[in-house]
């Protein structure tokens, strides 16, 4: 069982940064790093659960549309974390964002329904 813990959200004005961090336990780093990818999702009251940023074992990633240039994923295998550095927030990106994991390619990433593993989320708020 993978146990997701995200930290890092809080209040930017627009325009602002943020650093999301993710940890996760309860795998071996060796199984983590190889056979999982990774990824953030978010939740925007009354909105569906969307993929934004998603990175598999070997480094390939995929971005929403509209956070590409803005948003950047990364993972440090070492330390089984992964990182969303976001830059240039606006208020549309204001939502609930979960750590998400799945033992597979990026095709796990692709919507909710592929992932095996999430975080209890942590919250970003956008002042304009």
């Known amino acids: 069982q993978v146990h997701l813990v995200e930290s890092g959200g809080g209040s930017v004005e627009a325009g602002g940064f943020l650093r999301l961090s993710c940890a996760a336990s309860?795998?071996?780093?060796?199984?983590?790093?190889?056979?999982?990818?990774v990824g953030w999702f978010r939740q925007a009251p009354g909105e569906e659960r969307e993929a934004v940023a998603s990175?598999?074992?070997?480094?390939?990633?995929y971005y929403k549309d509209s956070v590409k240039g803005r948003f950047t994923i990364s993972r440090d295998n070492a330390k089984n974390t992964l990182y969303l550095q976001m830059t240039s927030l606006q208020p549309e990106d204001a939502a609930m964002y979960y750590c998400a994991a799945a033992e597979g390619g990026l095709a796990q990433m692709k919507d909710k329904e592929g992932v095996d593993f999430w975080g209890k989320g942590t919250l970003v708020t956008i002042s304009s």
């Open positions: 309860g795998v071996l780093v060796s199984r983590f790093s190889s056979r999982f990818s």
């Open positions: 990175m598999d074992m070997d480094g390939r990633t």
